[in-house]
């Protein structure tokens, strides 16, 4: 219990330290704002020339607040990987170590305490942008809730997969290309652009397997189409993923700790 309250004050913290930053916070929301507002002209554009009211089952309106959460998700992300990997470097991992806390548990959460203001902020602005395009859509208080459910499981998944990276200094003279590949792939693969629904049919069900989905598509899609089978598969696929991604961050971990070890860290 004393371990978790110690926890929750790292995050409490964090949250409060980025609160302020919020000079950083408004120049992402001003990049959010210009890139809804080109999406909406591309979707427009794709609506109107097919012809289609509904296109990945998603009306104009829906598919627009699809983005608005897709890229609040995105411009959310603390930089986990560059901060570990300045810890490894500058030997600052070494004096973290003496503290009585776990550091992969005490990097978690601080990066959740940051990204909850990054995201209300960025969904705020959002989501006033959306209301001022096409207006609002459908929302009730249980659809919101199952949303809300995601989002835990899919920023621990995000953070897993950018420690894995940071992590990766320990042997590498720079993990900002593995940062590179993985932000693309999570953007492209996770759906960032367009709904899983829009690929072709073969590929989806190996789309919706890779832990990326469950980061960015998987929230969006309950945030705009709730569905309570949607939300009970979306928990089973982060579940999963998260206990892969945590075997893997442990090994890497000890791997990495035990190279401080040997060189008298």
């Not at 042997?171 to 492209?188: F, H, K, V």
Request: with cysteine; aromatic share 10%.
């Amino acid at each position: 219990m004393m371990a978790l309250r110690k926890y929750t004050w790292i995050g409490l913290t964090a949250a409060r330290s980025n609160l302020a930053y919020l000079s950083e916070v408004a120049a992402r929301t001003v990049f959010l704002a210009v890139i809804l507002y080109i999406f909406l002209r591309l979707w427009q554009v794709t609506y109107g020339d097919t012809g289609a009211t509904q296109l990945g089952g998603l009306t104009l309106p829906q598919m627009l607040w699809y983005l608005v959460m897709t890229e609040t998700l995105t411009l959310s992300a603390p930089r986990v990987a560059p901060e570990i990997d300045q810890d490894v470097r500058t030997g600052a991992l070494a004096v973290q170590l003496i503290r009585p806390l776990s550091y992969p548990l005490a990097r978690l959460w601080s990066t959740l305490g940051e990204r909850l203001v990054r995201f209300g902020l960025n969904l705020v602005v959002g989501a006033a942008i959306a209301l001022l395009l096409v207006g609002p859509i459908a929302f009730s208080a249980g659809g919101l809730l199952l949303f809300l459910l995601a989002l835990p499981c899919a920023f621990t998944l995000d953070f897993l997969g950018q420690f894995l990276i940071g992590m990766g200094a320990f042997w590498l003279e720079d993990t900002s290309g593995l940062l590179l590949i993985y932000s693309r792939i999570t953007m492209i693969l996770g759906g960032m652009l367009i709904p899983l629904e829009l690929f072709p049919q073969a590929v989806q069900p190996w789309l919706r397997a890779l832990p990326f989905s469950s980061i960015i598509y998987g929230p969006a899609r309950m945030f705009v189409h709730p569905d309570a089978a949607f939300l009970r598969d979306l928990i089973v696929r982060q579940g999963l993923a998260i206990v892969v991604l945590s075997g893997a961050v442990a090994l890497v971990y000890r791997a990495g700790i035990r190279r401080i070890h040997a060189n008298g860290g």
